[in-house]
């Protein structure tokens, strides 16, 4: 008898064992081959991160700027001087970057989101608490201390010379604020993260939460129709996250079946409006990420928008196979090349990731392994607010 139990109890286990393995891999594999394949970065990064001291938005300003010294400044990457009156309102030039722009608050930002990534990747990996500690230094500087904070809002966001002092698109620069949250959300239950901190940044999101949803710049950049709508909602789902408005997640989903996917995507799982820019293969690439990454925020047991799928076939699964196979093979690109930055994408791009953790498709993360993990290029970088994916699964 006891034999026949012992035998049973294992062919039991090996059935269990098959089935699991038929759909998909043990939780929390790509977690661990991501740990594999980043841990040597990780921690030189996080290393570098405790050597680092707090610079904000006080720390530099523009003439240009019609804000105060704690508001982000920023101006429209493609608008340029008019040749034909220099000293006039800039003039737009889609897709040409003018390197003479103003753009210090925002390379802050992305040095902060590097930062709190870098250290609560460390923290992750070893538990150690220097890396909260740190991180708190930054956190504080930003979001607390009133003599280094920044306001939470983007009035003055991607202006315009002679047009606008602040534009609704400026919104976007801000996504590089999600791993900060994120960091936040992942260091928060460590002694080392002090309640009254954490208290104060919570705060200081729920304001910019506020803002976004109620201050006529926001609600514009809600309903946009293309990458700025994603990159809105995309954002304030990882603020409203660390905030834990439950509702505000919900509403954002909502908005992700109803309006951004089916009204963006093609039924072939192209984003037209994308490609019909003067960058089509870098736009294409950074809307599918910021829709990827609305997936891996939202996506719970009950409401898996992985699994989600428009009455016409519409799905991000689908928008990740038909841009997978110029991201393996970029010669098979059938649009015109960027007009600036074409050499330099792909990167190791989050969709990839994040899409072969959801539908276990072994050859994306494969693609994503070989690609650069660490860009250098400011313009890759600012179309990549995901630098510090393990903080993520």
Known sequence: MKRIITNT??????LLSTAFSAFGPAKGTIEKETEAVLKKQILEEANWAMKQKPVTVTASSSPRSAGEKHDFFSE???FWPDPKNPDGPY????????????????????????????????????GDEKYVKQAVVHLKAWFVNKETLMNPNLLYAQ???????????GIIDTIHLMEVAQGALIMEKAKAFDKETAKAVKKWFADYVLWLNTSKPGIQEKTVKNNHATCWAMQVASFAKLCG?????????TNFKTNL?????AVDGSFPLEMARTKPYGYSIFNLDAMTMLCQILSSPKDNLWNFETADGKSIKKGIAYLYPFIADKSKWTLATDVMYWNNWPVAQPFLLFGANAYNEKSWLNTWKKLDHNPQVEEVIRNLPIRNPLIWL
């Open 91 to 126: 003039i737009n030039r889609d897709g040409l970057t003018n390197p003479d722009n103003f753009l210090e608050h925002r390379k802050a930002m992305v040095r902060l989101s590097k930062i709190i990534g870098s250290l609560a990747s460390g923290y992750k990996i070893t």
């Open 245 to 253: 408005y439950e509702n505000m997640l919900d509403s954002i989903k």
């Open 9 to 14: 109890f294992i062919l039991c286990f090996f």
């Open 76 to 78: 429209a990457d493609y």
């Open 261 to 265: 996917l089916p009204n963006q995507m």
């Open 159 to 169: 202006a315009v010379k002679g047009k606008f002092t602040g534009r609704n698109y």
